[in-house]
Structure formats: C-alpha cells, structure tokens
T-cell receptor, first 114, second 113 residues
Framework: AQSVTQPDIHITVSEGASLELRCNYS??????LFWYVQSPGQGLQLLLKYFSGDTLVQGIKGFEAEFKRSQSSFNLRKPSVHWSDAAEYFC????????????FGTGTSLTVIP | DADVTQTPRNRITKTGKRIMLECSQT?????MYWYRQDPGLGLQLIYYSFDVKDINKGEISDGYSVSRQAQAKFSLSLESAIPNQTALYFCATSDGQPYNEQFFGPGTRLTVL
C-alpha cells in the first residue's frame, strides 16, 4: 500500500543535542516531500520541502533534511536542539506520485529536556 | 494579518446539533482543504476543493459536508454532530502549482458532548 510512515511516535532529546526524525514513504515514484511543525495550540508551519535536485535541503529554524532514494527516506535533522523546538513534527507527501493528493504521516512528538 | 483564518477557534456542542466551521483565506489560492487531527492519527483529509465549482471527498467524508461560497471561503458542516467527531479541525490552502505546498489555518477545536 502507498503510504508515508513516521516510525517514532515520541522522541526525547536534551537541549543542545542533535536530532533526527525519520520519515519513509512507499510510492511507485518519488513524491514531493515536506516537513511541517506544529507547536502546541498552533497550526502547521512548513519547515522545508524537496521536489528534485540537491538531496540535502535547508529549511527554517536551522532544520535540514536529506532525501535518500535508495532508502525511500526523507529524514529531518537539526545539529543542536533548542527548548523551543519541542513540538509535533509531520512528514507529508504530495505531487504526481500521490495522484496530486497530500498525505501526512502520523507525526513525531518531540520533547526537549534541559 | 493571518493568511488563513478559521472561526470559531473553539466550540463545544451537543450530540445531534448542526455545526458549521468556517475558513477564509487572503492568499488568493484556488485550492482549499479541510482536515481533522486526532492524537496518533496525524491529519486526515475530509474534503477538498480545487475551485468554486469543484468539491471532492477525502478519506473521511462521512458525516461531513462542505460549501465553497467563494474562492476565499470554504465551510465545513457537521449535520448532526456525534462525540467521535470531537477533534481538531484544520483548513488549508494551496495554489495549484505542481508543488502543492499547503498553508494551514490555526485550527478549530471541536468538542461534541
């Protein structure tokens, strides 16, 4: 079945530590790939997106993501996490590979401890 | 000013009541969407509209209806609310370009007692 998967429901990291959130997809072709963040009580905000080209994508708030075709993955990373990064993170897919529909993963909740 | 607004932001209603959630956008986008968010399930698409005359069902449209009153307005109705429709509802827009990036409103928290 076609899908987008976020294997980690919840992750806890210490402030200043590095972060990697996983996202895998399963489609016949490479979809357009997105990462969104949802802070408590807020709507979703786009962090970054990948359509083609350079497989390392820079986003807002110091986040980056790397597209790996061989692994069907688009993992989100940050070298040093800040307490304000505590939020829910969603991977999403869209574009022709998904029939131009937009699908979200189930999300990863990030807790940052001092 | 916010580009995508939703009203109300919070609503408590009773089983069987009809309720409407409204969404307005100033981004000039043709495409609008309604999602619901439940803990552990991510966002699920309820309905989407690619222009005023185009309305499509999403993954979970049963129990919901929509109205696209204008390019900038897209309303979601629950004809007879039930408790398992208690959720966070989001409206989103996109510009129809192949990239299909979506922009979200702040959400409406709906509780059905």
């Amino acid at each position: 079945a076609q899908s987008v998967t976020q294997p980690d429901i919840h992750i806890t990291v210490s402030e200043g530590a590095s972060l990697e959130l996983r996202c895998n997809y399963s489609y016949g072709a490479t979809p357009y790939l997105f990462w969104y963040v949802q802070s408590p009580g807020q709507g979703l905000q786009l962090l970054l997106k990948y359509f083609s080209g350079d497989t390392l994508v820079q986003g807002i708030k110091g986040f980056e993501a790397e597209f790996k075709r061989s692994q069907s993955s688009f993992n989100l990373r940050k070298p040093s996490v800040h307490w304000s990064d505590a939020a829910e993170y969603f991977c999403a897919v869209g574009g022709p590979a998904t029939g131009n529909q937009f699908y979200f993963g189930t999300g990863t909740s990030l807790t940052v401890i001092p | 000013d916010a580009d995508v607004t939703q009203t109300p932001r919070n609503r408590i209603t009773k089983t069987g009541k009809r309720i409407m959630l409204e969404c307005s956008q100033t981004k000039g986008h043709d495409r609008m969407y309604w999602y619901r968010q439940d803990p552990g399930l991510g966002l699920q698409l309820i309905y989407y509209s690619f222009d005023v005359k185009d309305i499509n069902k999403g993954e979970i449209s049963d129990g919901y209806s929509v109205s696209r009153q204008a390019q900038a307005k897209f309303s979601l109705s629950l004809e007879s609310a039930i408790p398992n429709q208690t959720a966070l509802y989001f409206c989103a827009t996109s510009d129809g370009q192949p990239y299909n990036e979506q922009f979200f409103g702040p959400g409406t928290r709906l509780t059905v007692l």
